[in-house]
């Protein structure tokens, strides 16, 4: 089995999640054990004669500095970058009926900019909504009425993302380091659809062509974004982020049905931002 970028970028995901996972764990456990040993020195404290002078007496518990303050929302822009495995249904349904050398494999990039929300619920766990617009390279009809033919695969036209889930992970004064789970859709303008397939026959039975007549419809599909997530707190009211993951893309069967395909592609996908904390 060959292993692409994004099934490591998937297995570092699940990895950098249960170490945020733990790591957040232990530092619950570790200040669950100082408030055990902060209440035990106040109980041997009662047994003895203290000076109860205000001017004399410390605050147990310093006050909370603006710089460690948890900002509760996060608003920010990026770039977007996709690297799309191949999302044709022609491909699928020529090396299904035994034609691979017909299909047209195609993997490409496309770039974008988006923008995000979120919600800081503590520390370690935060909930975000993204939404991200790919602006495309010409559509098959867009060549057409330019004179100009088509040579490669179709390329979807613009497409629209959005997603929202959760983020999990580790805090740090300076920087934070997350593990996120986000479904959500995306949407081609230009998706390349199957209009029908007619084939082929030698006179033993055995299927010798095929003849696939497409066109490009609007879309909408399932995906979800499964990666880790990097910040840094330049102040204590900005940050840069760089996100990377693998984001799955369900491509559901398109009208009439009979004919077309379904699949499920893997793509690299890569974030890289600034934003503001309030």
Known sequence: MLIKPVH?????????????????QILSSKEIAASDNSNSSESDLGTTNIDTNTDEVKADVEPQTDDIRLRRFEVGGHVTIMFQDDFEPLDVVLIKNGFPDAAFIDRRYETGFGGRFTYNINRNLAI????NFTPSTKTAQELAEAGIGRTGP?????????????KYGIRKKKFGVFGKV??????????PHID???????PTGELDDMLILSSEKPATFFNVDVGGVFEY???????????IGDTIIR?????PKEVDARSARQNLQMDLGFGFRV
């Open 8 to 24: 490591l970028i998937t297995a570092f995901s699940l990895i950098l999640i249960t170490f945020s996972v733990l790591q957040a």
């Open 154 to 166: 179709f390329s979807g036209g613009e497409k629209t993302q959005v997603l929202f889930g959760a």
């Open 233 to 243: 707190y330049m102040t204590k009211n900005t940050m840069i982020r760089f996100d």
């Open 182 to 191: 986000r479904p959500g859709f995306i949407h081609f303008n230009a998706f």
């Open 251 to 255: 491509y559901n069967k398109q009208e």
């Open 128 to 131: 975000e909504t993204e939404i």
């Open 196 to 202: 029908n397939v007619f084939k082929i026959y030698l």
